[in-house]
């Protein structure tokens, strides 16, 4: 028995407690630096929740060059953008990735916020019931906070901000957590890439130094988890398959289960607390209301 067959499992008990509420949790995984691991990232945790016996939207909020669709090693030939323009419904986008994981391609934004046909608008709504029995949409975003990805933020539950330990990438993450802080008083971080865990640890406290002292006592910052720079990721991007799956006794494997593990804690805390009803409409609602 390996560390991850061992946590998947813990995920799989947990599943009742959140499945019971109906309730989707949008958590968006961002960066300020591009290249820094988000879609790597968004496709592997989606993947282990999917496999912990939760069922999970994966959605496409990029264009960028190794997105989802190489990682995922499928096709996406139309997207959100289609269905809004009324080329097609929303059931001819999904890609079934696995029984419990639906990739949904989506555009970085900007084209989808534009369209605001009233009529296509409550159809796609009304149509958009058929993602409701969701427990999470993980939605990987462009990097920075420019155009539109924004509005994915302030749309969503949780935000993941990733970074490397590289300078300059740890600087464009502040520069995300600090816009984000006007609408989010709570982030996650998550360290990519590092040689151990003190490093993560290590670059994670000077970021919340810094942050409460320049952003306030208001933010609560919190290191999700941390990733280790190992073959077994950059691999699995060359032979389009996910690494959790490929080499689940791998470093990273473990890593990225414990992240699940400790998101689903976090969001099962929540439940507790008593959240609003959310569903992939409520969402689309408060992402065009913004706009
Ligand atoms: N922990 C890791 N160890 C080794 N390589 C990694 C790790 N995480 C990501 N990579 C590699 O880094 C590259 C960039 O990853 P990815 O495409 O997921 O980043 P991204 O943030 O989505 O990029 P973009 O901003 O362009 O969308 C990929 O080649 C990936 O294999
Ligand atoms: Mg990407």
Do not use: W
Not at 18 to 35: D, M, Q, V, W, Y
Not at 112 to 140: H, M, P, Q
């Amino acid at each position: 028995m390996n560390d991850q067959a061992a946590n998947l499992r813990k995920l799989a008990a947990q599943s009742i407690s959140l499945n019971s509420e109906k309730n989707t949790h949008f958590i968006a995984i961002t960066s300020g630096k591009g290249g820094v691991g988000k879609s790597t990232i968004s496709a592997n945790l989606a993947s282990v929740l999917a496999r912990g016996g939760y069922k999970v939207g994966l959605l496409d909020a990029d264009i960028g060059l190794a997105n989802l669709d190489v990682i995922l090693n499928v096709k996406m030939r139309k997207n959100l953008l289609h269905v809004l323009k009324g080329e097609c419904s929303l059931s001819d986008i999904l890609i079934q990735i696995s029984p419990n994981l639906t990739l949904i391609p989506g555009d970085s934004g900007d084209e989808i916020l534009k369209f605001n046909d009233k009529f296509i608008y409550e159809r796609f709504l009304s149509e958009a019931s058929i993602l409701d029995g969701l427990d999470f949409i993980i939605i990987d975003t462009g990097a920075g906070i420019g155009g539109h990805t924004q509005l994915f933020l302030e749309a969503a539950d949780e935000i993941i901000v990733v970074t490397v330990p590289d300078p300059a990438a740890i600087t464009d993450a502040y520069a995300v957590i600090k816009i984000a802080s006007r609408f989010k008083s709570e982030q996650f971080m998550l360290l990519n890439m590092v040689k151990n865990e003190s490093e993560a640890e290590r670059i994670f406290n000077n970021i919340k130094r810094v942050a409460a002292s320049n952003i306030g006592s208001g933010l609560k910052l919190e290191l999700i988890g941390a990733l280790s720079h190992d073959k077994a990721v950059s691999r699995s991007i060359k032979t389009r398959t996910l690494f959790s799956i490929d080499t689940p006794a791998s470093l990273p494997s473990v890593q990225i289960t414990e992240i699940a593990n400790v998101l689903l804690r976090k969001m099962e805390q929540k439940v507790l607390i008593g959240q609003n009803r959310n569903s992939f409409s409520s969402f689309f609602k408060r992402l065009i209301d913004q706009f």
